[in-house]
């Protein structure tokens, strides 16, 4: 099993590389997409606090696709405690 840590680590090792590879072509702005099911809540959490300290101006703009009805009044809730420039972009 692989820990929570260990993915959070891959995750931020694999955005590393892709903002080196777009940086090399001039582009300076991610799209996040995330098709099938929302990421597990922890992840998320760890990787919103990352990005609004160590990447304020990469996100273009997140998507997750589909949202279950039973996620939305969470997301909802959650989103109060993401700063208002990210919000906007989700």
């Not at 098709?35 to 760890?46: E, I, L, N």
């Not at 990469?58 to 997301?75: M, N, T």
Request: charged residues 20%; contains cysteine; proline residues 7%.
């Amino acid at each position: 099993e692989i820990s929570q840590l260990a993915l959070v680590q891959a995750s931020i090792r694999f955005f590393e590389e892709a903002i080196d590879s777009m940086e090399e072509r001039g582009v300076h702005q991610i799209c996040a997409i995330v098709f099938g099911s929302p990421p597990p809540v922890a992840w998320a959490h760890v990787m919103v606090k990352v990005f609004q300290n160590h990447y304020p101006e990469r996100l273009k703009v997140a998507v997750v696709y589909p949202v279950p009805s039973s996620f939305v009044s969470l997301v909802r809730q959650v989103m109060w405690f993401v700063d208002e420039n990210t919000r906007s972009k989700v």
